[in-house]
């Protein structure tokens, strides 16, 4: 099967739609286990493709019910003490690849 992504290099790239309905592109940085629950860490891209000094942002990973979905679904998270653990962790793991700024 040879899918054709409009001759991009999309290489970790994820696209999501925003509560408007506008693509956003993110670059996938990491997927992060806290309570049996996954979170993924995308730091947002520019239209020109370049990374974005600024935040990562942190959502939660949903299975759809839908066996037959392969979409898995991101959701905000609300609760500032799940995002700061998730955080925490990520910037364990890449303490020595990024400079945070806290």
């Known amino acids: 099967m040879n899918e054709n992504y409009e001759g991009e290099e999309l290489d970790n790239i994820v696209i ?3 509560e408007n309905g506008n693509e956003v592109k993110f670059e996938f940085l ?3 286990e806290l309570d049996d629950e ?3 860490v995308l730091l947002p891209v520019t239209e020109e493709g370049e990374e974005e000094e600024g935040e990562v942002v942190i959502l939660k990973v949903e299975d759809n019910d839908d066996e037959n ?3 898995e679904s991101y959701v905000s998270i609300e609760d ?3 995002l700061n653990k ?3 962790i990520f910037k364990e793991k890449f303490k020595d690849d990024f400079d945070f700024v806290d």
Request: no cysteine; glycine share 0%.
């Open 38 to 40: 996954e979170y993924v």
């Open 86 to 88: 998730v955080f925490e």
């Open 69 to 71: 979905a392969e979409e």
């Open 30 to 32: 990491d997927l992060v």
């Open 80 to 82: 500032e003490e799940i």
């Open 16 to 18: 999501l739609n925003d």
